[in-house]
């Protein structure tokens, strides 16, 4: 699934120096192009908003639209002011397989063949961590309006090692937002990543990251693949 020009030692350079790095032509431009279409056109997305404490995620088949969705999108975007926040669509391929909701489609098969004994010994090479056991499989659609504010995950949160995005929008331009974003301690841009086509952003944790609103006059929703590298 990996593309065959991935070079580890190249990116594993770049992660221990600056902790986060983008790697182009991630998959086969086939399967990365498969993805793109089932995410931007078969998937039945649930919304998610939250922050802190709070997480709350649309039921299936029920996804809020009109003045429910305002409603919410409002409400996130009040409590952005106060901290880490987020709202955007998902789809988790786990979950609609316990639930029997999954029909074969591409995306339900990303979460066995990123947990395969390949995909995890090439990611072992790649950052260095022998320790790295599985991977954490999401289907993240940002549309206008929608954004994850700055989060900061620990080593030692459900054995998180690294987060990473692999970036599905055939084309996207930055200042359509949705830009991902690294923030150092003292609340600074560190660096910032536009979500380029069937590139991998990996950030090593802890290590504070956002992806900024998706402007309303973006003229498509921004699809990628998200989650988590976890040791143990």
């Known amino acids: ?3 065959n020009d991935l070079n580890p030692a190249r990116w594993r350079r770049a992660l221990a120096q600056h902790g986060r790095a983008q790697i182009p032509e991630f998959l086969h431009p086939q399967e990365a192009f498969a993805l793109y279409r089932c995410l931007a056109e078969q998937l039945s997305w649930h919304l998610a908003a939250g922050g802190g404490d709070r997480a709350w ?9 009109g003045d429910a ?7 996130a975007h009040d409590r952005a002011q106060r901290g880490h926040q987020y709202l955007h669509d998902c789809y988790a391929p786990d979950d609609a397989r316990n639930e029997d909701e999954s029909g074969g489609l591409a995306i339900d ?7 395969s004994a390949e995909f995890l010994s090439r990611i072992r090479m ?6 790295l056991s599985r991977v954490g499989v999401q289907a993240i659609r940002l549309r206008p309006g929608q954004f994850l504010l700055p989060e900061t995950s620990t080593a030692a949160d459900d054995g998180r090692r690294y987060a990473y995005m692999l970036h599905l929008s055939p084309v996207w331009r930055a200042e ?3 830009l991902l974003q690294s923030i150092d301690d003292q609340g ?5 990543f536009l979500p380029r086509w069937n590139a991998l952003t990996v950030f090593r944790l802890p290590q504070r990251r956002q992806v900024t609103l998706v402007a309303p006059w973006a003229h498509r929703p921004q699809y990628g693949i998200g989650g988590y590298w976890l040791a143990g």
């Open 1 to 3: 699934m990996i593309g």
């Open 57 to 65: 995620v649309s039921a299936r088949g029920a996804y809020p639209e």
């Open 69 to 75: 969705y305002q409603q919410i999108a409002m409400r």
């Open 109 to 115: 098969a990303v979460p066995d063949s990123f947990n």
């Open 126 to 131: 790649l950052t260095g961590d022998i320790a």
């Open 176 to 178: 359509w937002g949705g």
């Open 188 to 192: 600074d841009i560190g660096e910032t």
